[in-house]
């Protein structure tokens, strides 16, 4: 039976709503009434402009095949959010403890969060109050729900705002392809670098191919790029946005509402939202125009520059984008981490001092990939692009970890993973079995990393269950987060407080 190509707006619809209602919520709680009101408008009226211009996009049909499909889809999502740890119903990595207590924060306390306990031995001289400031954005919807209906349905909510996350972006994979696929949800969840070989190599043993190490920790400092999985299971919060904001932005075919998209990108991911714009970048000022005329290279620059004016200053981006980044800005610039970045100079290249370590990590995490991809991405500028992106984030860091590594990449990351997809379907249509073979057998290797942290978190929890211990992270004391310099900033002298705020 032959089935007709159906389109619609209505999923694409969905995940711009997604991304934009946590900045939503964020104003409408954060902010004064002068301030919220005429943003709830500018944000409506962005999102109409955004709806009426978008193209229909392809959608399955909705026959038996497809809905036992879409069944299978959502359910294998909705294990790997289980066995992230999201909605502590499983044993959870050592980042949930933070993470819980923010989210405990955002519901047990009044918005715009506001703390008068201050430590004046971790913060700054003079300091009378702090706040919560971090990439709350993932968070702020399910806050809502626990506000209303207590804290447990809270972080039940986690798990279905993340279900329907990731569900999004698979939608968007599946798009790509016009076509209902199940494979691809198998390396969405274990695509990874050659960690394994890389902790043999470290170790000098074979124990990395059994139990249930964490593996990414095997070239150590400051060098981490994360497999989908990890990013699940450790800092959700930040990867299912950049995820979704990175294929929505990819997917299109103008610069229409491509700042909308990245705006909505700082609020929950602020390290996803830097590699995101490295790529918005590209794909901005690469755009062709087929009304480009003139004679000349002059008459044709001038009469290019003008479409690309027309194409990118437009209503959504110039508005919605602009509100959505430049409050977003102006609170998140308050965290003391940040401030501390400026004051203490540590913002730029500080890993050159071990050149064959990082020879090492860009070779066995992404650089087999790209050698492996050459011949059916050679002609693609963003493959290029991306690679460049992979090998010099690395050198960059932000604060005294390595989180600009582990988090700026999760865009690069994620399109890395799509040529990898995108290659396998088209050597199979050759019957190129010779690449084929040899992303298989990559991936293989490299799915050892995802299994590692599912198996984790299986025996763990087995193990608290038996003991009758809580499965899931406790809490960090509130406190500590209030004073912390990644979670918190001085209100004091903040023109957000100061000007916009409640």
């Known amino acids: 039976m032959k089935y007709h190509l159906k389109e619609s707006k209505m999923v694409e619809v969905i995940a711009y709503l997604y991304i934009m209602l946590p900045f939503l919520i964020f104003a409408v709680g954060w902010m004064g009434k002068r301030f919220w009101i005429p943003i709830l408008f500018v944000l409506i009226f962005s999102f109409y402009k955004i709806?009426?211009?978008?193209?229909?996009?392809?959608?399955?049909?909705?026959?038996k095949e497809n809905l036992l499909k879409i069944v299978f889809i959502i359910t294998v999502i909705g294990v790997w959010v289980y066995y992230s740890g999201i909605g502590r119903l499983v044993f959870q990595n050592t980042d949930h403890s933070a993470r819980n207590a923010i989210f405990d924060i955002l519901v047990q306390y009044d918005w715009p969060v506001i703390n008068y306990d201050v430590n004046l031995d971790i913060m700054p001289k003079g300091t009378t109050a702090t706040s919560l400031v971090y990439?709350?954005?993932?968070?702020?919807?399910?806050?809502?729900?626990?506000?209303i209906f207590g804290l447990e349905a809270g972080y039940g909510f986690q798990i279905f705002w993340a279900i329907l996350g990731i569900t999004l972006v698979y939608y968007l994979l599946c798009e790509r392809y016009k076509k209902l696929l199940m494979w691809p949800l198998l390396i969405l969840i274990f695509f990874s670098g050659l960690d394994v070989i890389g902790y043999c190599l470290s170790t000098g043993t074979l124990q990395a191919w059994v139990g249930d190490a964490h593996l990414e920790w095997w070239v150590g400092q400051p060098y981490q790029y994360s497999s989908m999985?990890?990013?699940?299971?450790?800092?959700?919060?930040?990867?299912?946005?950049?995820?979704?904001?990175?294929?929505?932005?990819?997917?299109?075919?103008?610069?229409?509402?491509?700042?909308?998209?990245?705006?909505?990108?700082?609020?929950?991911?602020?390290?996803?939202f830097v590699g995101l714009l490295f790529l918005v970048c590209f794909w901005m000022f690469t755009r062709r125009y087929e009304n480009v005329q003139g004679k000349t290279k002059k008459e044709r620059f001038v009469s290019y520059t003008k479409s690309w004016i027309k194409d990118t200053f437009t209503v959504q981006n110039i508005l919605g984008g602009g509100v959505i980044g430049i409050f977003s800005f102006l609170y998140l610039s308050i965290n003391l981490s940040g401030n501390t970045v400026m004051e203490k100079q540590s913002l730029g290249a500080a890993y050159t001092d071990h050149p064959l370590k990082y020879f090492m990590f860009i070779l066995l995490e992404v650089g087999v990939y790209f050698l492996i991809l050459y011949n059916y991405q050679k002609k693609n500028a963003l493959y290029y692009y991306i690679l460049i992106n992979l090998l010099l984030i690395p050198f960059i860091k932000i604060g005294a970890a390595s989180d600009f590594c582990?988090?700026?990449?999760?865009?690069?990351?994620?399109?890395?993973?799509?040529?990898?997809?995108?290659?396998?379907?088209?050597?199979?249509?050759?019957?190129?079995?010779?690449?084929?073979?040899?992303?298989?057998?990559?991936?293989?290797?490299?799915?050892?990393?995802?299994?590692?942290?599912?198996?984790?978190?299986?025996?763990?929890?087995?193990?608290?269950?038996?003991?009758?211990e809580p499965v899931y992270e406790p809490s960090s004391d509130l406190k500590d987060i209030f004073n912390g310099r990644n979670f918190s900033g001085p209100t004091d002298h903040s023109f957000f407080f100061k000007y916009i705020a409640k």
Request: proline share 5%; glycine share 4%; net charge positive.
């Open 51 to 63: 709806c009426k211009e978008m193209e229909k996009s392809w959608i399955p049909e909705l026959h």
């Open 406 to 468: 582990m988090r700026a990449s999760i865009p690069a990351l994620l399109i890395l993973m799509v040529f990898v997809m995108d290659t396998l379907i088209e050597a199979n249509k050759k019957k190129d079995r010779m690449i084929v073979g040899m992303l298989v057998l990559t991936l293989l290797i490299g799915s050892m990393t995802p299994i590692h942290e599912i198996g984790r978190t299986f025996r763990e929890t087995i193990e608290r269950l038996y003991t009758e």
């Open 229 to 272: 999985t990890t990013q699940l299971f450790w800092v959700f919060n930040q990867a299912i946005p950049a995820w979704l904001c990175t294929m929505l932005a990819w997917k299109q075919k103008n610069n229409r509402s491509i700042v909308v998209i990245l705006a909505c990108c700082m609020l929950p991911s602020t390290f996803g």
């Open 135 to 147: 990439y709350i954005g993932f968070w702020l919807p399910a806050a809502v729900v626990g506000k």
